[in-house]
């Protein structure tokens, strides 16, 4: 099956500086790559996503990439706010074999002022 | 606005005890999701849904079953409570038209003595 790695595990920032996560998948088929963001003690929400036959997503303050060769995409966050600190994940799946996403084991960004 | 509710917040029980979980969407989604949240393993699916009365193992089934008869509701059952089932499980739900946007509810921190 899918095996999502996403790195780094935990990450600090000054405010207003970039925040970088990295994300890769091992089946080529996988078409769909989801972040979500889940805040202290909330459930995981739906920032951004990105399809297979698109290179680059952005949304305001965030973006995403993906690279399909090297099967690896990631998330960008520029202007880094207290507010964006939260724990981040990455998923993927084939929305030709089925609905289920396999996330990576999620990423603890910090900012701080 | 898409709304996901779970039974419980919190929710202690002891070894052996036969635990339900409720989870419960009200935009008529077809395909339901059940995740367990450990810290450092991210959100690992224990079983899906497309349908009524259809449901797939996902990648940690081992120790649960559940019950979809009807649309809105999916349950998680845990037939025997263990300790190692302590955790904090996510209910999720997504419909086909948008297949791949998974809406969570807000989680069940569940504690096993």
């Known amino acids: 099956g899918e095996n999502v790695e996403q790195h780094p595990s935990t990450l600090s920032v000054q405010e207003g500086d970039s925040a970088v996560i990295k994300c890769t998948y091992s089946?080529?088929?996988?078409?769909?790559f989801p972040w979500y963001k889940q805040e202290l003690g909330k459930r995981p929400q739906l920032i951004i996503d990105?399809?297979?036959?698109?290179g680059e997503k952005k949304d305001q303050r965030i973006a995403v990439t993906l690279n399909k060769t090297a099967k690896h995409f990631s998330l960008h966050i520029t202007e880094t706010q207290p507010e964006d600190s939260a724990v981040y994940f990455c998923?993927?799946?084939?929305?030709?074999?089925?609905?289920?996403?396999?996330f990576g084991k999620g990423t603890s960004l910090l900012v701080t002022p | 606005d898409v709304k996901v509710t779970q039974s419980s917040r919190y929710l202690v029980k002891r070894t052996g005890e036969k635990v339900f979980l409720e989870c419960v969407q009200d935009?008529?989604?077809?395909?339901m999701f059940w995740y367990r949240q450990d810290p450092g393993l991210g959100l690992r699916l224990i079983y899906f849904?497309?349908?009524?009365?259809?449901?797939e193992k996902g990648d940690i089934p081992e120790g649960y079953s559940v019950s979809r008869e009807k649309k809105e509701r999916f349950s998680l059952i845990l037939e025997s409570a263990s300790t190692n089932q302590t955790s904090m499980y996510l209910c999720?739900?997504?419909?086909?038209?948008?297949?791949?946007?998974?809406?969570f509810g807000p989680g069940t921190r569940l504690l096993v003595l």
């Open positions: 999720a739900s997504s419909s086909t038209r948008l297949r791949e946007t998974q809406y």
């Open positions: 089946d080529s088929a996988s078409n769909y």
């Open positions: 990105i399809r297979s036959n698109v």
């Open positions: 998923a993927a799946s084939n929305s030709n074999s089925g609905y289920a996403l396999n």
């Open positions: 935009m008529d989604h077809e395909n």
């Open positions: 849904s497309y349908d009524v009365k259809m449901k």
